[in-house]
């Protein structure tokens, strides 16, 4: 995509969430929660890439990568659901690819004004 | 007389684990239209809360799923919210496009019910386990 149509300048954004769930077999659950009642039962795992790329005119200006991962134990009194796992993924990896933006700034627009 | 009441056991156990198990036809691929993707969401055969058949929606749809039985949801593309609740709650928010999808229910223990879970698959391991479920009817 381009912030105008007849711009020069192209964004391309790609994010991908993967999921890993650990849960402890449920014999060992049952016999942890009579014991440890607040123990953790499993663990629910995001992990969420993100890629950015810039270009002026088809040439390539800016390649940005992030990963994070995110992870939140489960247990018999809480549980945190996917989509907020998946929300804190993906503010992280996009806060990562800001933070990463932010530090090239001076010389995109450098890079940019040269080809004005 | 042990033996007897070895094999009455044995006779009311599997009854019991029978009668929680979901009765239907075995898996079978759906089709769907065009700019549609289907959200398979199946739930593995377990003892464990078979008791218990909340109510998965996804979308604008809403299934009780038996335990080893498995759902197709066909949803317009785009993004589909899909939601259990029990003593706790899960959701999960699919970007949908057109392709297939797989969520396993599953139950974990809580303080009074089981906590129902809705965990995103990779398609490889959801293709193998899903066979093994039947059509919720």
Redesign the interface.
């Known amino acids: 995509m381009s912030l105008a149509d007849n711009s020069p300048i192209t964004f391309s954004y790609r994010e991908e969430l993967t ?1 890993e ?1 650990h ?1 402890v077999p ?1 014999i060992l ?2 016999i942890e ?1 009579l014991a440890f009642s607040s123990h953790p ?2 663990e629910y795992v995001v992990t969420a890439f993100a890629a950015l790329s810039i270009s002026n005119g088809g040439q390539p200006i800016g390649d940005y990568t992030a990963q994070t991962r995110i992870s939140r134990p ?1 247990g ?4 945190p ?3 907020e796992l ?1 929300d804190a993924a993906r503010a992280a990896v996009r806060r990562e690819i800001d933070r990463k933006l932010d530090a090239e700034t001076t010389r995109l627009a450098a890079s940019l004004g040269e080809t004005e | 007389m042990k033996s007897h009441l070895a094999i009455v056991a044995a006779a009311g156990l599997a009854l019991v684990t029978a009668g929680c198990a979901a009765q239907g036809k075995p898996f079978e691929p759906v089709n769907a239209p065009l700019n549609h993707a289907i959200i398979y969401v199946y739930r593995p055969y377990s003892y464990n809360s078979s008791l218990l058949h909340p109510a998965v929606q996804c979308g604008s749809e809403s299934v009780h799923i038996r335990p080893g039985a498995y759902h197709a949801f066909v949803v317009p593309a785009g993004r589909v919210t899909c939601r259990v609740e029990g003593e706790t709650a899960d959701e999960v928010d699919i970007d949908a496009e057109p392709r297939i999808y797989y969520l396993q229910e599953r139950f974990a223990f809580g303080v009074l019910s089981g906590h129902p879970q809705l965990n995103p698959m990779d398609s490889d391991e959801a293709q193998t386990e899903i066979q093994s479920c039947v059509q919720q009817p």
């Open positions: 999921h769930e849960h449920m659950s049952a929660n039962t499993g489960y018999e009194y809480s549980q659901t996917h989509k998946d």
